[in-house]
């Protein structure tokens, strides 16, 4: 699992290592104390004033995510995309999602409806092109919508986030959290690499 860290390549790649960590993926987060999906639904709870209607969760894996976030809001409607036909076949048993799209989050979804909420919970990693993906994110959007994810702080400092962050012209910052552990009992992470948590609102 260090390619975990250290990038595991193209997008074929990305699909191909998830395809086959599928059938442990669950048991293996558990394993390693993965805690940002609860964290970030906790951040939601807090923020959001009104009852989300629709969610869009981008990078879904096998729904995670969406467990956390329906124990608050059990009426809203969930919709999930992924690269990993593997993974998305766990999230079809689950039956948390009405519709599932087989697609890298960088790539466009023809949506039925617009989201109050749009969720990228451990896959920012993956990004090449942020502006690309924020435009995207504006897209899938309601008016004061809501955009969460997570990003590992060591590619946050190398990418300069910052700066990408000051320059939306479609999104308020509304909270970014304080280094948070990601996968503490993973060797490989342990303490050293850390995320941050970040919910933008759409203007």
Not at 108 to 136: E, R
Not at 138 to 145: A, D, E, F, P
Not at 154 to 159: N, P, V
Request: proline residues 2%; glycine residues 4%; aromatic residues 14%.
């Amino acid at each position: 699992m260090k390619s975990l860290r250290k990038g595991i390549g193209n997008r074929k790649d990305v699909e191909s290592y998830y395809d086959n960590w599928a059938s442990s993926y669950d048991k293996t987060l558990y394993k390693w104390n993965y805690k940002a999906p609860l964290q970030s639904v906790n951040i939601l709870k807090k923020y959001i004033k009104t009852k989300p209607k629709f969610i869009l969760d981008l990078a879904c894996g096998t729904g995670l995510f969406i467990h956390e976030f329906l124990k608050v809001y059990p009426d809203c409607i969930c919709d999930g995309a992924d690269i990993s036909g593997k993974i998305l076949d766990l999230s079809k048993r689950n039956g948390k999602y009405r519709y599932l799209y087989k697609k890298s989050f960088e790539n466009k979804i023809k949506i039925t409806n617009k989201y109050n909420v749009v969720s990228l919970i451990g896959a920012m990693t993956y990004c090449n092109n942020h502006q690309s993906l924020f435009k995207l994110v504006s897209y899938y959007l309601s008016k004061n919508g809501y955009f969460i994810f997570t990003h590992r702080l060591d590619l946050w400092r190398k990418s300069k986030f910052d700066s990408i962050l000051e320059k939306l012209i479609d999104f308020d910052s509304i909270y970014i959290s304080r280094p948070l552990n990601y996968l503490p009992k993973n060797e490989d992470f342990a303490s050293e690499i850390k995320i941050r948590i970040v919910l933008l609102k759409k203007k």
